[in-house]
Nanobody, 127 residues
Framework: QVQLLESGGGSVQAGGSLRLSCTASGDTYSRNCIGWFRQAPGKEREGVAAIHKMTGGTDVVDSLQGRFTISQDDTKNTVYLQMNRLKPEDTAMYYC????????????????????WGQGTQVTVSS
């Protein structure tokens, strides 16, 4: 089993920044790819970014490149999502998720199925 705990959400004004954290524990074998997703009220969940824990390879969805970055600290089993120049449309519940993939090329949020999920952390951006 894999346990994921998100933190770092909160309220911020447009243009501000937040850094979300996802701390993983449990079965290391099953979680070599960590992804961030978000879901706004009334909208479908969407992928944000992913990182392959062994290679460090990252993938950020096109619409968020330049504002969002994903990174990791292996010593803390933690993956970070740095969000800059936040906009009101970034308001959502943010979730991290884990999966084991065969290669770094499979570590992304566009179609890869993630079986392990955290409880989420709320991000609210006011105008």
């Amino acid at each position: 089993q894999v346990q994921l705990l998100e933190s770092g959400g909160g309220s911020v004004q447009a243009g501000g920044s937040l850094r979300l954290s996802c701390t993983a524990s449990g079965d290391t074998y099953s979680r070599n790819c960590i992804g961030w997703f978000r879901q706004a009220p009334g909208k479908e969940r969407e992928g944000v970014a992913a990182i392959h824990k062994m290679t460090g390879g990252t993938d950020v969805v096109d619409s968020l490149q330049g504002r969002f970055t994903i990174s990791q600290d292996d010593t803390k089993n933690t993956v970070y999502l740095q969000m800059n120049r936040l906009k009101p449309e970034d308001t959502a519940m943010y979730y991290c998720a884990a999966v084991r993939v065969a290669s770094t090329w499979g570590c992304h949020t566009r179609g890869t199925t993630f079986p392990y999920w955290g409880q989420g952390t709320q991000v609210t951006v006011s105008s």
